[in-house]
């Protein structure tokens, strides 16, 4: 790759903002869900936060998870195709843990499919360790005290 194409290439995908969703963008996150998982049950319950990824004000990612008690669930963490593997997922990740951990949730749980080694990488590196393997691999998180 010449070097302008590189640069052309980096500027492309390192402009993104990550923010709490708002209740106008709710279309958009049902839209990324329904794009990134189409086979997936949409199950959003009142209390639920979500993050959305934004590149040039249109939706790239998201991150949905629910706190119950001192216990939170990642219910759902996805990016559109075109960005994956540039920082996007692990961006909602860190904003996501760090409101989860700012509330003092002390375990956090998520699933993600064994075959998609990609995203269990991705968790492993944020402190995830597995708890159960089969089809679905339970991932749990303990923050320290």
Known sequence: MLQED???????????VVRRARKKDMENVRSLIATIFPKARNRIMPGDYFLIAEKNQIPIGFCHYRIRKKTCYIAGLGVLAHYREHGVGSKLLAEALYHIDKKGIQTTYLKV???NYTAAK???????FEKRAGDVILLVRKRAN
């Open 6 to 16: 590189q640069e052309i290439y980096e500027d492309f995908f390192s402009a993104f």
């Open 113 to 115: 499919r064994a075959t």
């Open 122 to 128: 991705l968790y492993l590196h944020f402190g995830f």
